[in-house]
């Protein structure tokens, strides 16, 4: 059953949709999911971050419609698809992923995943790599352990009865003030110009437009399930390292803001060095979310990478050869030498942690 919508209750606030931008309902394993599909051509999947919903890719969405049928899934437990007390791992949702691919009939697509959205992709891969023709991993997660304090904090217990404060008449208002006054603060000279607040609040409306969602106690619990399934008190403890080489036949594109102050940008240089043939894209002076920063450029470099890269076939002997072989990704297919500080780096993480599944 198909429904289509523009306003569903109290559903996450957000921006009235794109004209050709439609927003729709599927009944899945007995829950809602939500996605939003937009124009006609070859498939594209972009799969949204923690706590966000698939209308942060309207802007994506509204560029690359006129060549391909974009598809913006809300992940469970996120923007209008339902909250249940379920499982929220990474695997979970590429499972989900591939459930509503299927029910819309598109058995092969080109998957773009934001933080938490590309370690969903990134598993998606991995678990059904048949459906996959090229892979873009947008400011991933699952690459190394560090990650914003704020989330680590939120893993903690008492987090989730914190974020309902907001819901408390005035307390967005009071925070959307504070958090701009500090913004606007000049950066520290020197050494401590690191510590400046302007340097953890370059996305600062996306973070207000993302914590305005949570006001509802399921939207809460769902994030806390969420979040501590691939973040603790350390940081991230999934990683997507150990199984790199397994993109070693597939076109992928790495994208990142150089100041991202969630997500490092250290970590796309780790993923670039690890996952062999990538292609590491760089958006200087940009946050978390590089694509609503410059939504032309990043378009354009989806297109572009969609048009100049063959897609990938699957190859069920190849794979398993894979599998059986192993493999040392390190420094393959890229373009100059990887320093020693990076292999280790990149060994670290592997070692440090755990699969996703």
Not at 1 to 26: C, E, K, S, Y
Not at 139 to 167: C, H, K
Not at 352 to 357: D, V
Request: glycine fraction near 8%; proline fraction near 8%.
């Amino acid at each position: 059953m198909t429904i289509d919508a523009i306003h569903v209750g109290a559903a996450p606030r957000t921006d009235q949709p794109h004209p050709r931008i439609r927003l729709r309902f599927r009944t899945i394993h007995g829950y809602r999911r939500a996605y939003r599909i937009a124009g006609s051509g070859p498939p594209v999947v972009l799969i949204h971050g923690i706590g966000d919903n698939s209308s942060t890719w309207e802007p994506i969405m509204a560029r690359l419609a006129s060549d391909y049928t974009v598809i913006a899934p809300d992940l469970l437990g996120h923007g209008f698809s339902d909250k249940p007390r379920a499982d929220y791992s990474i695997a979970a949702f590429a499972n989900g992923v591939r459930d509503l691919l299927w029910v819309l009939g598109h058995e092969r697509v080109t998957v773009v995943g934001h933080s938490l959205g590309g370690g969903v992709a990134m598993q998606f891969y991995y678990q059904f790599p048949s459906m996959v023709s090229r892979l873009a991993l947008v400011a991933a997660g699952g690459v190394s352990r560090d990650v914003s304090p704020a989330l680590r904090l939120a893993t903690l217990p008492g987090a989730s009865q914190a974020l309902g404060l907001l819901r408390l008449p005035g307390a967005m208002t009071a925070l959307d003030t504070t958090t701009r006054a500090l913004a606007a603060i000049p950066p520290l000279p020197g050494p401590a110009k690191s510590l400046s607040p302007v340097n953890h609040l370059l996305d600062r409306s996306d973070l207000m437009r993302i914590l305005r969602d949570l006001s509802p106690r399921d939207a809460r619990a769902a994030f806390g399930r969420t979040l501590r399934a691939v973040v603790d008190w350390r940081g991230q403890h999934i990683s997507m390292l150990d199984r790199s080489y397994l993109t070693s036949s597939i076109p992928v594109l790495i994208a990142w803001g150089t100041d991202d102050p969630v997500i490092p940008y250290r970590h796309a240089e780790l993923a670039h060095a690890a996952i062999a043939g990538s292609v590491l894209e760089s958006f200087e002076g940009c946050g978390h979310f590089p694509f609503r920063d410059e939504p032309d450029r990043f378009a354009g470099l989806v297109s572009r990478f969609i048009e100049t890269t063959t897609p990938a076939v699957f190859d069920p002997f190849e794979w398993r050869a894979k599998l059986l072989n192993g493999a040392d990704p390190v420094g393959a297919g890229v373009s100059k030498p990887v320093s020693f500080e990076t292999r280790t780096e990149v060994y670290e993480a592997m070692a440090l942690e755990s699969s996703a599944t």
